[in-house]
């Protein structure tokens, strides 16, 4: 007779399981990008996932940097350097902080990354070649011959093309992880990042993205602005 597996022992190693597979995935694209295959790299490995897996985070989390991860393996021959681009997508998000203003979360991102990489053993220019990657999803602005940077930001951005409950997951996700700001504040401060998205050239760079993913994402960024701009329902009178 089968062995009964109690379900919270099973979600306990599912979890474990995923926790190993990212690890996996971690210590596979350093040791390509030239980081020696030393204890000091599960370290460095781990202490990313946990910034991760951070309480604050509800759409920023594992999930996110799962999803990011798929989304460059499967488009890593259009890449120069897809290792670096898996680095970058490991630490763009490292240094999360809803409270931070401007482009702070990625400028500080990229000077973890830089300290992590080191300590890794990465070689110098493979460091400095992620730290500007990372740099690059302060705004998402890319120039066109930049292959690896195409890629990463076209990962960073698939959620915009989910379909539309999906998408609305990751919206009210969002504002989760902006819990501490007033109703007001947050739909003016979200429509603007909304509306800077929608007036990149393209929010997808990579032809086989951009054909199945561009008209998708605007029409849910463009759903979801026309919302934040409408006057929130007031609570109904008991």
Not at 184 to 208: E, H, K
């Amino acid at each position: 007779m089968p062995r009964r597996v109690n379900p919270r022992r099973r979600r306990r190693y599912g979890r474990l399981d995923r926790v190993a597979d990212l690890l996996d995935r971690w210590r596979a694209a350093a040791r390509g990008s030239g980081a020696p295959d030393a204890a000091e790299l599960t370290l460095v490995g781990a202490d990313l996932l946990a910034r991760w897996r951070e309480p604050h985070r509800h759409y920023h989390d594992a999930h996110h940097l799962t999803a990011v991860l798929d989304v460059v393996d499967a488009h890593a021959p259009a890449a120069g350097r897809p290792d670096l681009v898996r680095l970058a997508a490991w630490c763009h998000d490292a240094v999360y902080d809803p409270r931070a203003g401007g482009d702070a979360n990625e400028r500080d991102s990229a000077a973890l990354a830089g300290t992590l990489l080191v300590r890794a053993g990465l070689p110098a220019d493979a460091v400095a070649e992620v730290r500007r990657l990372v740099l690059l999803t302060a705004g998402h602005a890319v120039d066109p011959a930049d292959a690896d940077g195409a890629l990463l930001c076209d990962a960073d951005l698939a959620i915009l093309a989910a379909p539309p409950e999906a998408y609305d997951r990751y919206a009210a996700a969002i504002r989760r992880e902006y819990a501490h700001v007033p109703e007001p504040a947050f739909r003016a401060g979200r429509a603007r990042v909304l509306a800077g998205l929608l007036a990149l050239p393209a929010l997808f760079r990579l032809p086989p993205l951009a054909r199945r993913w561009e008209s998708r994402a605007r029409a849910n960024l463009t759903r979801e602005l026309s919302a934040l701009r409408r006057p929130p329902t007031p609570p109904a009178l008991s």
